[in-house]
């Protein structure tokens, strides 16, 4: 997998320029004109970054998120976080649109809690809202208050800025409330939530070594103070899956984004995803995708 793009990279590779006070303002932010950047190549590699991006995106494109690949066409707000990976590619025609880019602390140090507990941002989330006509006309007028604020000198610019992010995050969570409100209809659901944030936080992998600890019903329940079998019945009621069915699809997927976007050896990544023996990780990834972890990685 590529390193994580920071922000000096992403100014370098887009606009071969520094703004003078990125090393100092920890909370940066900046907003943009898509259009502006389709002459500078491609969206980028598929890769991390260290900073988190709102985009409104008009066109057709393929985006890839984490191990997922969304083909979309006409208008789509997107959120990216730096936990995921992601990369997008055009199918052709022009793109038109908005997007800003801003680190965690430029929400951390002005308000309480942090720009993660959004739903939107939240591990296993679903990134791409689609918007009508008018929704799209909302949003436009909302990113073009954004550049209108950072081009003046008005001295508290970035409170407004903050009420303009936050706004467009509101906007995006009424449009679907039944998936990104936190409601739990009951201590099972509660469980099975919190057991899904716990295993989702040991990825990505990013390191060889680094290792993935929690592998087994019996870990999740002693992080949990549980009882195993009370945790396998809140996950299988909640879910329709076993707790090991999860841990085991999540591991797979995991497996499969090392392979592809490493050149970690066979051995490194067994290590990392808890395998005492790259024999057990070989059978274990031919269970899941019928070939070797050799052959997935010609494919």
């Known amino acids: 997998?590529?390193?994580?793009?920071?922000?000096?990279?992403?100014?370098?590779?887009?606009?071969?320029?520094?703004?003078?006070?990125?090393?100092q303002d920890i909370g940066h932010f900046n907003v943009f004109r898509l259009e502006d950047f389709m002459t500078h190549g491609s969206?980028?590699?598929y890769s991390r970054r260290s900073f988190y991006k709102i985009?409104?995106?008009?066109?057709?494109?393929?985006?890839?998120?984490?191990?997922?690949?969304?083909?979309?066409?006409?208008?789509?707000?997107?959120?990216?976080?730096?936990?995921?990976?992601?990369?997008w590619e055009s199918l052709g025609g022009t793109n038109t649109g908005f997007f800003c880019i801003f680190k965690e602390a430029f929400f951390t140090e002005k308000i309480r809690?942090?720009?993660?507990?959004?739903?939107?941002?939240?591990?296993?989330?679903?990134?791409?809202?689609?918007?009508?006509?008018?929704?799209?006309k909302q949003v436009t007028q909302i990113f073009q208050k954004m550049q209108d604020e950072i081009a003046s000198d008005y001295t508290y610019k970035y409170d407004l800025i903050r009420n303009y992010v936050t706004e467009i995050i509101h906007y995006a969570l009424k449009m679907q409330p039944s998936e990104t409100l936190?409601?739990?209809t009951n201590a099972k659901s509660r469980i099975a939530s919190i057991f899904t944030e716990l295993l989702e936080r040991q990825f990505p992998i990013e390191s060889p070594t680094q290792r993935f600890t929690l592998r087994s019903a019996n870990d999740f329940a002693q992080a949990l103070a549980v009882h195993v079998n009370h945790l396998n019945r809140a996950i299988k009621e909640t879910t329709g899956k076993t707790t090991t069915e999860h841990i085991l699809d999540r591991l797979a997927i995991e497996a499969g984004a090392l392979l592809k976007h490493t050149d970690w050896n066979i051995s490194e990544i067994s290590y990392a995803l808890g395998f005492e023996e790259p024999a057990h990780f070989n059978n274990f990834?031919?269970?899941?995708?019928?070939?070797?972890?050799?052959?997935?990685?010609?494919?």
């Open 113 to 136: 809690g942090s720009i993660s507990d959004f739903p939107m941002f939240a591990p296993g989330a679903k990134p791409a809202y689609f918007l009508n006509k008018a929704q799209d």
């Open 55 to 87: 985009s409104l995106i008009r066109g057709r494109n393929i985006f890839h998120y984490a191990e997922k690949s969304l083909e979309v066409s006409g208008s789509t707000l997107m959120f990216f976080n730096p936990q995921v990976p992601y990369t």
């Open 43 to 45: 969206a980028g590699a």
């Open 285 to 299: 990834f031919k269970k899941h995708f019928s070939m070797t972890p050799t052959a997935y990685r010609t494919v």
């Open 1 to 23: 997998m590529e390193k994580t793009e920071t922000l000096e990279d992403f100014y370098q590779r887009k606009l071969q320029w520094m703004p003078e006070n990125l090393k």
């Open 182 to 184: 936190y409601q739990h």
